[in-house]
Every structure is written in structure tokens, then in C-alpha cells.
């Protein structure tokens, strides 16, 4: 009896520390921004231009994984979706850290609605209610600050 004991004993005692052992710490990555391209936003009244640093989402993998899991970007950074096809087009912001302005542009490259201080984690649908090819996100603030308006219009490089 006291050696059938003493065998359970160092059974439990194995496998608590097996399983102690097996235990996985998950971390997130950080995310760091990665120049892909430059892009200009003419103003239609005047000639301003505001001049950013673009990753550019043109892959399904991009496009569906967008600015998830960012802690932060710059001011002078923004992340442009290229699509194959001029739609309606619905974003949310499903593990979006940061608040961002949406920028959605026609196949003509010129503004034709926003969706403005989209707020962190919320997965309400944000829709370009006209058609358009690109959407371009930048941080919350942003579209009001620049005065930027429906007509004015984008170039971009890779």
C-alpha cells in the first residue's frame, strides 16, 4: 500500500511539473512602419500639398490585416489600400489599437468620402457610401486638420 502511494505521489508530481514545464508564453510582435511608397494630397482650393510616408495594403493578407495590432504611427504616415475593383467599400476597426480618419478614393484618384475618428476596436461598419478603388488611413484628426474635402485628389509612388 505504502508503495502504490508513493508511485501516485510521484506521478502528480511529474506531470504537474510536465505541464509546468509545456507552458508557452505568447507575445505580441511589435509592428513597426515600413516605407512602401509616397503619396500627395493635392487641396482643390488652393495648392496645398500634404506629403506622407505609405505602407501600401494591395494583398489579401494586407488588405485584411491593415493597421491591426499598431501601437502608434506618425503623423507623416498612412497606410493605402489598393483594390483591383471600384466598389462600395466597408472598413472597421477589428484590433485596431489607434483611433484613425478613412480616406476613400475613386479610381480617378480624387476624395470622395471619409469616415472620421473611427475609434479603436470597434467593429461598426465604416462605409465609403460611393464607390471607390483606394482608402487611405490616417491618424484620427487628421482630415479636419489638413481642411481636406470631397474633390481633392491623391498621387502616389511606389
Not at 508557452?24 to 482643390?44: A, H, N, R
Not at 506618425?74 to 472597421?92: P, W
Given at each position: 500500500?505504502?508503495?502504490?502511494?508513493?508511485?501516485?505521489?510521484?506521478?502528480?508530481?511529474?506531470?504537474?511539473?510536465?505541464?509546468?514545464?509545456?507552458?508557452?508564453?505568447?507575445?505580441?510582435?511589435?509592428?513597426?512602419?515600413?516605407?512602401?511608397?509616397?503619396?500627395?494630397?493635392?487641396?482643390?482650393?488652393?495648392?496645398?500639398?500634404?506629403?506622407?510616408?505609405?505602407?501600401?495594403?494591395?494583398?489579401?493578407?494586407?488588405i485584411?490585416?491593415?493597421?491591426?495590432?499598431?501601437?502608434?504611427?506618425?503623423?507623416?504616415?498612412?497606410?493605402?489600400?489598393?483594390?483591383?475593383?471600384?466598389?462600395?467599400?466597408?472598413?472597421?476597426?477589428?484590433?485596431?489599437?489607434?483611433?484613425?480618419?478613412?480616406?476613400?478614393i475613386?479610381?480617378?484618384?480624387?476624395?470622395?468620402?471619409?469616415?472620421?475618428?473611427?475609434?479603436?476596436?470597434?467593429?461598426?461598419?465604416?462605409?465609403?457610401n460611393?464607390?471607390?478603388?483606394?482608402?487611405?488611413?490616417?491618424?484620427?484628426?487628421?482630415?479636419?486638420?489638413?481642411?481636406?474635402?470631397?474633390?481633392?485628389?491623391?498621387?502616389?509612388?511606389?
Amino acid at each position: 500500500m505504502f508503495f502504490k502511494h508513493v508511485i501516485l505521489v510521484s506521478i502528480v508530481v511529474l506531470s504537474t511539473f510536465a505541464c509546468k514545464k509545456d507552458k508557452k508564453t505568447i507575445t505580441q510582435t511589435d509592428i513597426s512602419f515600413k516605407k512602401e511608397g509616397e503619396l500627395t494630397i493635392f487641396k482643390l482650393t488652393d495648392s496645398t500639398k500634404i506629403n506622407l510616408d505609405i505602407e501600401i495594403a494591395d494583398t489579401d493578407f494586407d488588405i485584411q490585416t491593415g493597421l491591426m495590432y499598431r501601437d502608434s504611427m506618425k503623423k507623416n504616415q498612412g497606410m493605402l489600400f489598393v483594390f483591383d475593383d471600384v466598389t462600395k467599400r466597408y472598413f472597421y476597426m477589428k484590433n485596431t489599437k489607434i483611433s484613425l480618419d478613412i480616406i476613400y478614393i475613386n479610381d480617378t484618384f480624387k476624395i470622395v468620402s471619409f469616415q472620421k475618428n473611427a475609434k479603436p476596436f470597434d467593429e461598426t461598419s465604416l462605409p465609403s457610401n460611393v464607390p471607390a478603388k483606394y482608402v487611405l488611413e490616417v491618424n484620427a484628426g487628421l482630415v479636419d486638420s489638413w481642411s481636406l474635402s470631397v474633390g481633392d485628389s491623391i498621387d502616389y509612388s511606389k
